[in-house]
């Protein structure tokens, strides 16, 4: 029996149907799922900032951030690249990192300095879309210099995230929210937008990442558990502190680059097509940027 509605077959029934579904590897999913998981978690930042449930908001912001930091990550290990993923990964960024940040900040502390705050709000999504362009434009070109595997050019996404949610740590600490603070947050906010799209060198911790010596392993751990600890019993103290010092740190990291890969410095080895993993699918370290 026909139905009143055929299916579109332009060039027959057979040539419109289209590639034969097959199964898709559950493993292959895990790291999709991370992404749409990190997604839901920076909306729901923005839906509790809107309910001035703020310590709620500014925590979904920071799982949305790690969340969107590892898929990639994931999707190596398990060798579960997608262009489906890089695409997803690639909206679930701006989101994360751009759009859901500000939303919460504006929410909080930039609304109170009227039209300069939104401005404020605007300039640093903008800006952490930029970057993200910019990072799938180098990707795509294949190509890295060899500072390239120790440095990020400018502040990474996940990162700028962290750092423009300071006004808000501060708020939680004691800081009054009104004009006479919105102002220098709303400053601060675009200050750290021009980060992200800025083309200072960050020491990204990638070297630190091929092995610790054995005599540092204890001691490494112990640090580790200190930091969680503190970062469980005093939140906002240890995330303040945390991001006062990553900024500090980003004028030692700029100048080590510059004795080493600046002008004057040894000649670095030719740029290189990177290898699959650097650019592969799902991007690198730098991927979230």
Not at 134 to 149: L, T
Not at 195 to 210: A, C, D, E, N, Y
Not at 225 to 238: A, D, G, H, I, N
Not at 242 to 266: E, M
């Amino acid at each position: 029996m026909q139905t009143p509605f055929p299916p579109y077959e332009p060039d027959g029934p057979d040539m419109g149907r289209g590639p034969r579904l097959r199964e898709i590897p559950f493993r292959m999913l895990i790291p999709n799922l991370i992404t749409v998981l990190a997604i839901c978690a920076g909306l729901t930042g923005i839906r509790l900032a809107f309910e001035n449930r703020f310590e709620l908001a500014v925590a979904m912001v920071l799982i949305a951030a790690f969340l969107d930091g590892i898929d990639g990550r994931v999707a190596r290990l398990l060798k579960a690249q997608s262009k489906f993923g890089a695409q997803m990964d690639s909206l679930a960024d701006i989101v994360n990192f751009g759009v859901a940040p500000a939303l919460v900040l504006y929410v909080f502390i930039l609304d109170q300095a009227r039209s300069f705050g939104w401005i404020a709000a605007i300039v640093y999504a903008i800006a952490a879309g930029l970057r993200l362009a910019r990072f799938n434009v180098i990707s795509e070109s294949g190509v890295k210099s060899a500072w390239q595997k120790y440095y990020f050019v400018g502040v990474p996404a996940p990162a700028g995230a962290f750092l423009v949610l300071l006004p808000i740590y501060f708020g939680f600490l004691g800081m009054p929210i009104d004009k006479s603070t919105a102002f220098p947050a709303a400053a601060y906010t675009m200050f750290i937008g021009f980060l992200l799209v800025s083309r200072v060198p960050v020491f990204s911790g990638k070297g630190l990442g091929r092995g610790v010596r054995r005599d540092l392993v204890m001691p490494f751990i112990l640090i580790a558990v200190v930091y969680v600890s503190l970062l469980m019993s005093f939140t906002w103290e240890t995330l303040t502190l945390t991001a006062i010092v990553y900024l500090a740190s980003l004028p030692f990291g700029a100048r080590a680059w510059s004795k080493k890969y600046g002008v004057g410095a040894p000649r670095a080895s030719s740029p290189k097509p990177a290898d699959a993993t650097d650019a592969g699918a799902r991007g690198d370290d730098n991927r979230p940027d």
